[in-house]
């Protein structure tokens, strides 16, 4: 079964550095695909926040940067806001599902 | 500004038939664009469903493909879900959102969702 595995939770103290992780295998991260990341607040629209593994959309700040290596990904965020509370949710195409594969979320704290 | 909003029934019967449609302002329907389903169980994480082209072809996840029909209405700017045979495992808030990307179909991305809608099986 194709999975993108991220870690529950992650958290960190304002101001400080987090990173997220998103593990896949050779028919998606690995297959050359590129990853993109989410933020999630319940009850709202996902917000796309990093495309193309490191892109950023217009609008998403630079304390956001995205990374790729081998078969996994990375999501990490400088400066830790409040408002960066959040659920983020990599993403890729899988080969074997052809189609989508999400990441099973991430739930960053920001204690 | 491209917006979307998914509409449909909030309860459903187990074996019935799960209905949604995605009304998209501030652009057509008809654009080089995929327009997709999305869906999160409770305490779960997101699952693509499948997404539909203007001209009517679509990707279906195989895991649901027996149970799916997509369809797009270019008269009303709207595109539409529909999955039968619901279970309770098909409990979930269902999104509908924007693949867009140019070129390599494979570095697509959803870059607008709506909010997502609440949509229970039970009896």
Not at chain 2, 71 to 95: G, H, I, P
């Amino acid at each position: 079964q194709s999975v993108l595995t991220q870690p529950p939770s992650v958290s960190g103290a304002p101001g400080l550095r987090v990173t997220i992780s998103c593990s896949g295998s050779s028919s998606n991260i690995g297959a050359g695909y590129d990853v993109h990341w989410y933020q999630h607040l319940p009850g709202t629209a996902p917000r796309l926040l990093i495309f193309g593994d490191s892109n950023r959309p217009s609008g998403v700040p630079d304390r956001f940067s995205g990374s790729k290596s081998g078969t996994s990904a990375s999501l990490a965020i400088t400066g830790l806001q409040a408002e960066d509370e959040a659920d983020y949710y990599c993403q890729s195409y899988d080969s074997s599902l052809s189609g989508w594969l999400f990441g099973g979320g991430t739930k960053l704290t920001v204690l | 500004q491209v917006q979307l909003q998914e509409s449909g029934p909030g309860l459903v019967k187990p074996s019935g038939t799960l209905s949604l449609t995605c009304a998209v302002s501030g652009g057509s329907i008809s654009s080089t664009y995929w327009w997709s389903w999305v869906r999160q169980p409770p305490t779960r994480g997101l699952e693509w469903i499948g997404e539909i082209y203007h001209r009517g072809t679509t990707n279906y996840n195989p895991s649901l493909r027996s149970r799916l029909t997509m369809s797009v209405d270019k008269s009303t700017n709207q595109f539409s879900l529909r999955l039968s045979s619901v279970t309770a495992a098909d409990t979930a808030v269902y999104f509908c959102a924007r693949l867009y990307g140019s070129g390599n179909y494979y570095k697509k991305r959803f870059d607008y969702w709506g909010q997502g809608i609440l949509v229970t099986v039970f009896s």
